[in-house]
């Protein structure tokens, strides 16, 4: 099944495309080579099998309307999309005959992207064919190589796992866990939705490399969520600077102030969103809005409510101390020289600067 082929691409455009991806990937430009001729050799093109489960298929949209990557084109043309509720043309039996031929016809071959959470307490609640979410997950998740849970509702359960979660809504590393499914070949891609630069690397790194690449400990790849929105947001001077938005749709918000204040997450989530941008890299959430969280576990009961401050959130320059929003700014602009140095110096310490500490990195293991 083919989804976006407009035009095709020249070889030098093809190169040019390759070597983005490798920038995006993260591995480096003498990796080019080897990533175009994972993605040229067509014998390669692994079936994939795209499933929805509780979802609002906006996942499905945010990629299907991409423009950018132009690569993801490429990308799309490399693989061979069996069967997906959404896209495909086919229904009913020839629909389910496609499962089955991929899924049962072909064990450990496969590519599995989920999108959408399954559930586990009221199986009824999801079916597709007369199977529950259950059934489907726990037979497509085994016999995959490789699983990609696409968006939050897949990660991590999002809005359906709000608390009581009646449904019991669970994201698919909760659910492999709990089956006892080996989450060793499992990436997780929890913004909401996924952004299609995420899911583009992540096949790409796949066919190129044959296997997951370095992830955090909810299995999301660090190369896309290793530093938080808040390490790389065009507004952090005016936070370390204590120039805050006090109500938005002010004036401080046309000149571009810190968000905090208001209720910005930044500090709190953990994305690549203020580099790869969103809907073909026109903005982003903090470019007309804030940040919600929305890569985070638990964002939905843990980081609301949205239009206030968190407390807790390390203030640069004094040395570590944690203030509530109403602090900040409270002498900082006098010490404006030392705090930044002094902020620097901190993160440099803790290794912040590359890495954040409360992140816990999955051990690659040897080949
Ligand atoms: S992650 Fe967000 S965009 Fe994607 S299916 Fe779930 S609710 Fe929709
Ligand atoms: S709090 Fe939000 S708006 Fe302010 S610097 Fe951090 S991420 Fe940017």
Not at 123 to 144: C, F, Q, W, Y
Request: net charge negative.
């Amino acid at each position: 099944m083919r989804l976006l082929t407009e035009r095709p691409l020249s070889r030098r455009d093809f190169l040019k495309a390759c070597g983005t991806l490798a920038a995006l990937m993260g591995v480096g430009q003498s990796a080019v080579p080897r990533i175009a001729r994972a993605l040229e050799d067509a014998a390669a093109r692994p079936p994939v099998v795209w499933l929805d489960f509780q979802e609002c298929l906006g996942c499905t949209e945010s990629m299907t309307k991409s423009r950018y990557p132009d690569f993801l084109n490429v990308v799309l043309d490399m693989i061979s999309l069996e069967y997906s509720e959404a896209l495909m043309a086919g229904a009913g039996r020839q629909a389910e005959k496609n499962y089955a031929d991929t899924v049962v016809g072909q064990p450990g071959k496969y590519v599995l992207v989920v999108e959408g959470s399954v559930a586990t307490k009221i199986p009824n609640a999801m079916t597709v064919g007369g199977r529950t979410s259950v059934d489907i997950a726990k037979e497509a998740l085994t016999a995959a190589v490789l699983v990609v849970a696409v968006g939050n509702c897949a990660s991590f359960g999002n809005v359906q796992a709000a608390y009581p979660n009646p449904t019991g809504a669970m994201g698919m590393l909760a659910f492999m866990e709990q089956e006892g499914i080996d989450t060793g070949k499992l990436i997780q891609l929890p913004t909401c939705p996924v952004n299609p630069v995420h899911i583009t690397t992540t096949i790409s790194y796949f066919l190129t490399y044959g296997k997951v690449p370095p992830m955090d400990q909810w299995h999301r790849p660090l190369v896309h969520f290793g530093r938080k929105i808040h390490d790389e947001c065009p507004r952090r001077a005016h936070f370390d600077e204590g120039r805050f938005v006090e109500v938005l749709g002010s004036a401080e918000e046309d000149e571009r102030l810190c968000l905090y204040k208001v209720g910005c997450r930044g500090p709190h989530t953990y994305a690549d969103c203020a580099t790869v941008l969103w809907n073909n890299r026109a903005n982003w959430c903090i470019g007309s809005g804030q940040c919600i969280g929305c890569a985070e576990k638990d964002f939905w009961d843990e980081l609301v409510d949205f239009y206030r401050p968190m407390p807790g959130v390390a203030v640069p320059g004094f040395g570590g101390i944690r203030a509530d929003a109403d602090t900040i700014g409270i002498g900082l602009a006098a010490a404006t020289g030392v705090a930044i140095a002094a902020h620097l110096a901190v993160s440099a310490a803790k290794g912040r600067l590359g890495r954040n500490e409360d992140q816990v990195v999955i051990e690659e293991k040897e080949e």
